[in-house]
């Protein structure tokens, strides 16, 4: 997992993916939640939070929220917008694969780069996250969509302006490698690889965390054709989707 702090570094340094305002997709992504599981206020833990847009998002609809991230800068954004717009959300920079949480949540959620690693890494974390929930809570997991990256982006370029972004699927790890390099210097590459997941093989992942499968949320698609974002699609079109997890019943 060599890889994770300098494609994410690079992201930021290049555009800021992580470093811009609350828009309406953090806000939209936060209404997901709560239909997911239910409007109720919360004690939520966001992993992975970027500059904090979605935790902020969170806040907003009157949730008790922590945050973790990783990169400092990031972090900081966090910091920096959660006091502009008045909002308090808990802040920690740290890496979630080895941080030790000593309080538990009502709901756990995870967006967009679910699937750093191997298997065994994907249930070592799953086992973090099962820990750090309360017995009636909740997990929503964003995961990497197998057939949709090993079929219609296979292979895509796209050009960002600054940089181009290329998608490949890697058939034997079954994972998403997603490549970005500057126009001013195509030499330097950064990656990222995100392990894929069908429905039935997420549900075999599941096995021996305390973990169990209670409901999926078909996420977007991208029309190439168009180059436009569909924000609804069904599951057998859709690039990602949302698992709800529970702890298994005893």
């Given at each position: 997992?060599?890889?994770v702090k300098?494609?994410?570094?690079a992201q930021?340094?290049?555009?800021?993916v992580?470093l811009?305002p609350?828009?309406?997709?953090?806000?939209?992504?936060?209404l997901l939640?709560?239909?997911?599981?239910?409007s109720?206020?919360?004690?939520?833990?966001?992993?992975?939070a970027g500059?904090?847009q979605t935790?902020i998002?969170?806040a907003?609809?009157?949730?008790?929220?922590?945050m973790?991230e990783?990169?400092e800068e990031s972090?900081?954004?966090?910091?920096?917008l959660s006091?502009?717009?008045k909002v308090?959300?808990a802040i920690q920079?740290?890496?979630?694969?080895?941080?030790?949480?000593?309080e538990q949540f009502?709901?756990i959620?995870?967006f967009?780069s679910f699937g750093?690693?191997?298997?065994?890494?994907?249930r070592?974390l799953?086992?973090?996250?099962?820990?750090w929930?309360k017995p009636?809570?909740s997990i929503?997991i964003?995961?990497?969509?197998?057939?949709?990256?090993?079929?219609?982006?296979?292979?895509?370029t796209m050009d960002l302006?600054?940089?181009?972004?290329?998608?490949?699927?890697?058939?034997?790890?079954?994972?998403?490698?997603d490549s970005?390099w500057?126009?001013d210097?195509?030499n330097?590459?950064?990656?990222?690889?995100?392990?894929?997941?069908t429905?039935?093989?997420?549900?075999l992942?599941?096995?021996?965390t305390?973990?169990?499968?209670m409901d999926?949320q078909?996420?977007?698609?991208?029309?190439y054709e168009q180059?436009?974002?569909i924000?609804?699609a069904n599951?057998?079109?859709?690039m990602?989707?949302?698992?709800?997890?529970?702890k298994?019943?005893?």
């Amino acid at each position: 997992m060599d890889w994770v702090k300098t494609f994410y570094e690079a992201q930021n340094e290049w555009f800021g993916v992580y470093l811009g305002p609350v828009e309406e997709s953090h806000r939209e992504r936060a209404l997901l939640l709560n239909k997911m599981t239910d409007s109720s206020a919360k004690k939520v833990l966001e992993l992975g939070a970027g500059g904090g847009q979605t935790a902020i998002a969170l806040a907003e609809l009157g949730h008790e929220v922590s945050m973790i991230e990783l990169l400092e800068e990031s972090v900081w954004h966090a910091q920096k917008l959660s006091h502009q717009m008045k909002v308090e959300i808990a802040i920690q920079q740290g890496d979630f694969y080895t941080f030790a949480y000593k309080e538990q949540f009502d709901l756990i959620c995870y967006f967009d780069s679910f699937g750093i690693g191997t298997d065994e890494d994907q249930r070592n974390l799953l086992r973090r996250m099962a820990a750090w929930l309360k017995p009636n809570g909740s997990i929503i997991i964003e995961v990497g969509a197998t057939w949709y990256w090993a079929g219609i982006a296979n292979g895509r370029t796209m050009d960002l302006g600054a940089c181009f972004r290329q998608y490949n699927f890697d058939v034997l790890e079954a994972r998403l490698v997603d490549s970005w390099w500057r126009k001013d210097d195509p030499n330097t590459v950064v990656r990222q690889f995100l392990r894929c997941y069908t429905p039935v093989d997420f549900q075999l992942l599941l096995e021996g965390t305390g973990l169990q499968l209670m409901d999926i949320q078909a996420g977007g698609r991208v029309d190439y054709e168009q180059m436009e974002f569909i924000k609804e699609a069904n599951l057998e079109e859709a690039m990602t989707y949302y698992v709800k997890l529970s702890k298994e019943d005893i």
